[in-house]
């Protein structure tokens, strides 16, 4: 993660020694390290924190679950040639599910 103070405070840190999960943080000033993942925190403040005023923590995890769902299985990605990931998946699949299919054994 970013040096953000979203990924630096002490929540974080106790929700994720709980959990086993080690955090590592890029160095400071330096987003090309985690290039993927800038790109897609820029997209989800620009595209859904900014624009909405969360009246309560359960309006908050709707809007955010709506928005995640939508870039996770109905928008086009570019790292994906433009495809959903949806689509990709089952493409994914079906090229997995036909090489399974022409495997010869012995």
């Known amino acids: ?7 630096t405070c002490r929540a974080l840190d106790q929700w994720a020694f709980e959990h086993g999960v ?3 943080l890029i160095q400071p000033g330096k987003p090309t390290q985690n290039g993927f993942i800038e790109s897609f925190n820029g997209r ?22 709506d928005w995640r ?3 996770n299985e109905c928008r086009p990605h ?3 040639n433009y ?5 990709f998946a089952a493409g994914w699949r079906k090229g997995h599910s036909e090489n ?5 054994t012995n």
Do not use: M
């Open 1 to 7: 993660t970013d040096q953000g103070p979203e990924f």
């Open 22 to 24: 080690e955090l590592r």
């Open 44 to 65: 989800f403040r620009d595209e859904c924190l900014n624009e909405h005023w969360f009246s309560d923590i359960v309006h908050a995890r709707k809007i955010i679950n």
């Open 69 to 71: 769902q939508d870039y």
């Open 78 to 80: 570019s790292t994906l």
């Open 83 to 87: 495809q959903t990931p949806s689509e």
């Open 100 to 104: 399974e299919d022409s495997d010869v």
